[in-house]
Nanobody
Framework: QVQLVESGGGSVQAGGSLRLSCTAS????????MGWFRQAPGKEREGVAV???????VFADSVKGRFIISKDNAKNTLYLQMNSLKAEDTAMYYC????????????????????WGQGTQVTVSS
């Protein structure tokens, strides 16, 4: 029901910064859990950061203190500001959404999210 399109990926050197954007259409993101997930070759998709409908974020331990997730409901856009990038951050990054039923807390588990973007590649070189 929600269409998601990511942008902002690219190649950067370790220690650099990058900002990813995810623009949603079809529905307002104001009533959705939104998140960023990533998948490196040969590895499972993992949660990076998520944000609930009230704007409260949750981060994976691996990115805590380096990444910031935010959203602009008026623009129907989700952001991921990535700072102090490391080689291990290299992955395909996906935007995802799940409707907030008001019955459960937000999670970093990929299987809790039902709508996905096409992904944008982030490559960090040392």
């Amino acid at each position: 029901q929600v269409q998601l399109v990511e942008s902002g990926g690219g190649s950067v050197q370790a220690g650099g910064s990058l900002r990813l954007s995810c623009t949603a259409s079809g529905h307002s993101i104001s009533q959705y859990f939104m998140g960023w997930f990533r998948q490196a070759p040969g590895k499972e998709r993992e949660g990076v950061a998520v944000i609930d409908s009230d704007g409260k974020p949750v981060f994976a331990d691996s990115v805590k203190g380096r990444f910031i997730i935010s959203k602009d409901n008026a623009k129907n856009t989700l952001y991921l500001q990535m700072n102090s990038l490391k080689a291990e951050d290299t992955a395909m990054y996906y935007c995802a959404a799940a409707y907030d039923l008001g019955t459960r807390p937000i999670s970093l588990a990929a299987y809790d999210y039902h709508y996905w973007g096409q992904g944008t590649q982030v490559t960090v070189s040392s």
